[in-house]
Nanobody, 125 residues
Framework: QVQLVESGGGLVQPGGSLQLSCAFS????????MGWFRQAPGKEREFVSW????????YYADSVLGRFTMSRDNLMNVAYLQMTGLKPEDTAAYYC??????????????????WGQGSQVTVSS
């Protein structure tokens, strides 16, 4: 059974940086594409970023392009989201998600089979 555990959230000032981690267990990590999503209070869960199983390809939402970088370490079974230039509107609970990699970018929440518990990111002065 695949399990995902996020860590690294917290409070940061506008313009600051934060890195989220997502530890994967229960199957062969490199066979899974990974995604990050976020959900602010009163809003729907929205796509943030995607990375292919081998880590060769990435894709980002326009709202984070150029500020966030997604990566993965297939030896350590961890996916990362490096966030820079954080803005108050980035405040949300951030979730990592996994889906068996069949090729192609996946930006819909319903595309993913496994989810972490979420990690809160708050951007405020």
């Amino acid at each position: 059974q695949v399990q995902l555990v996020e860590s690294g959230g917290g409070l940061v000032q506008p313009g600051g940086s934060l890195q989220l981690s997502c530890a994967f267990s229960g199957s062969s990590f490199s066979n899974y594409a990974m995604g990050w999503f976020r959900q602010a209070p009163g809003k729907e869960r929205e796509f943030v970023s995607w990375i292919s199983g081998r880590g060769v390809s990435t894709y980002y939402a326009d709202s984070v392009l150029g500020r966030f970088t997604m990566s993965r370490d297939n030896l350590m079974n961890v996916a990362y989201l490096q966030m820079t230039g954080l803005k108050p509107e980035d405040t949300a609970a951030y979730y990592c998600a996994a889906k068996a990699d069949r090729g192609g970018v996946r930006i819909g929440a319903t595309d993913y089979d496994y989810w972490g518990q979420g990690s809160q990111v708050t951007v405020s002065s």
